[in-house]
C-alpha cells in the first residue's frame, strides 16, 4: 500500500499521522479482505460503521449496516472471493480519528464459476475511529472514464 500525507495550507504533517494513516487502512484493508475472501457479507458490514454510506459498483447508494449488507449480497452467487490492494492513495487527515483517501483499487476476483479477474478502480474512502476500532465511514469506487462526460449538445 502507497500512502502519501497530504498537506492542508496552515496545517503540517507528522511521522505519527503517516503511521496512523497506515495503521487506519491497513486495519480496515484486513477486516474487508478478511471478508472478501468468502464472500462473508456479515463480515463485510463489520467493516462499515452503522451509519457508512456506500456507493459501489451498483446503481444506488447503500446506507448503513443493512445496505452494506444487501450491496454485497447482491454479488453471492456472482463473486466467490476477492482480494483488495490499495495504491497511491493521498490522505488527509481530517480530524484525530478520521482519515479520507483517494488513489485506486487493484481487485483480483474469483467468479462461483472459478473464473478470474481483475481490475483497477478508483477510490475515495473516509475511515473513522469508533471504539478504538478503524471502520469505513464512507465507500466510493468507480471506473477511470476514458473521456470527461460532457453531456449532449
Known amino acids: 500500500m502507497t500512502i502519501s500525507i ?3 495550507p496552515g496545517a503540517g504533517t507528522s511521522a505519527t499521522d503517516s503511521e496512523e494513516a497506515i495503521q ?8 474487508w479482505n478478511a471478508a472478501a475472501r468468502d464472500w462473508d457479507v456479515e463480515a463485510f458490514s463489520q467493516a462499515y460503521t452503522d451509519d457508512a454510506v456506500l456507493f459501489g459498483g451498483r446503481p444506488g447508494l447503500s446506507l448503513g449496516h443493512e445496505g452494506i449488507k ?7 452467487g456472482v463473486i466467490r472471493s476477492t482480494t483488495l490492494a490499495l495504491e497511491d492513495q493521498h490522505v488527509f ?4 480519528d478520521t482519515f479520507m483517501a ?3 483499487g487493484r481487485f483480483q476476483l474469483t467468479f462461483a464459476d472459478g473464473k478470474q479477474s481483475q481490475s483497477v478502480l478508483r ?3 473516509v475511515v473513522v475511529r469508533r471504539q478504538g476500532s478503524w471502520k469505513v465511514l464512507q465507500h466510493h469506487f ?10 449532449t449538445v
Request: charged fraction near 15%; avoid cysteine.
Open 93 to 96: 487527515r481530517l480530524d484525530p
Open 102 to 104: 483517494q488513489g485506486y
Open 6 to 8: 497530504v498537506n492542508r
Open 24 to 31: 487506519a487502512f491497513e486495519a480496515v484493508l484486513k477486516s
Open 70 to 76: 444487501g450491496y454485497f449480497s447482491s454479488y453471492a
Open 123 to 125: 477510490t475515495t474512502l
Open 142 to 151: 468507480s471506473a477511470t472514464p476514458d473521456a470527461p462526460s460532457l453531456g
